[in-house]
């Protein structure tokens, strides 16, 4: 699978995204990410962990996710369809399951996380469905 295409041509070229990284589920790797956009090793945990761990998940009610040092409060999440949603301030991030990787995205205003999450699923269903 080619990470770094995905990323570019279909997140970042959107224009409603304006960083992203695609690191891998088992928590082992960053797999791509854009430059100005750092997904930390503990970061990579606490993500890769609420979307293997259905208790790790609904912790995130409480303690939100953490990604390129900003912490994001929890707005939405389904553990079964393996997305979460979270916002800071004006800025949000959405994050989507594979098969075996997470798509981080992060966007600004006035873009919203629904129209983010119209993007972001499909490329996520397209990658699960390839066996990724």
């Known amino acids: ?18 960083h992203a990284a695609i690191i891998a589920l088992d928590g082992s790797s960053v797999l791509a990410n854009s430059p100005d956009f750092t997904i930390l090793p503990n970061e990579i945990q606490h993500i890769t962990a609420a979307l293997r761990d259905r208790s790790a998940f609904d912790s995130l009610m409480g303690t939100g996710i953490r990604a390129n040092g900003d912490k994001y409060f929890y707005v939405d999440g389904n553990f079964s369809e393996g997305y979460v949603a979270a916002k800071h301030e004006a800025n949000g991030v959405f ?38």
């Open 95 to 132: 994050i989507a399951r594979t098969n075996t990787a997470a798509l981080v995205v992060h966007f600004s205003a006035p873009y919203q996380g629904a129209e983010v999450a119209s993007i972001v699923f499909p490329l996520a269903d397209e990658v699960r469905d390839s066996g990724y």
């Open 1 to 18: 699978m080619d990470w770094n295409s995905i990323l570019d041509a279909r997140l970042l070229q959107t224009g409603k995204i304006d």
